[in-house]
């Protein structure tokens, strides 16, 4: 499956109106109340992400975005492809660096190297807290469900 290129339309969707800051090409959202004096208090560590949205834009990783229906806000769990028709897919097969998890119907998302993604499944695997269920297109695909609450702890 061919994967879709991410345009300037997306990231204008995703972090709204945007301008490039400096040379380099940093986009930098508008924002109506920006004030040079307390946006240098916070520089470095803005600097930092900065570098992470860089080098996933244009380093040489590629990106995994999935898009979670809204059954998140009842569920409380994003659900994360492993096996699609009893075969490895998603999570176990990308070679994507970064996995990107918006939530649908306003929800935001989530940001992962996806190594880190694939170490959230395996720890609750082997701490017996995985669930797994069957979802997806003629529910073909086994999906591991990881609750919102426990992604960053």
Sequence with gaps: MQKKP??????VRIFGECEIQDERGIWMPVIVDYKKDKFDIDLD???VGEKVVEEMFEGDGTIE????????KTSKNIAIEIRCRGKLSGISTTTAKTWIH????????FIFPVKDLR?????RQEDGKL???MGG????AQL??????????
């Design 6 to 11: 991410i345009t300037i339309a997306d990231i």
């Design 45 to 47: 560590f803005g600097k």
């Design 65 to 72: 975005v999935k898009t979670e229906r809204e059954i998140w």
């Design 102 to 109: 918006m939530l649908d119907g306003g929800g935001g998302g």
């Design 119 to 123: 170490n959230k499944i395996k720890k």
């Design 131 to 133: 669930r797994l269920v």
């Design 137 to 140: 297109d003629d529910n073909a």
């Design 144 to 153: 591991a469900l990881l609750p919102i609450e426990e992604l960053f702890t």
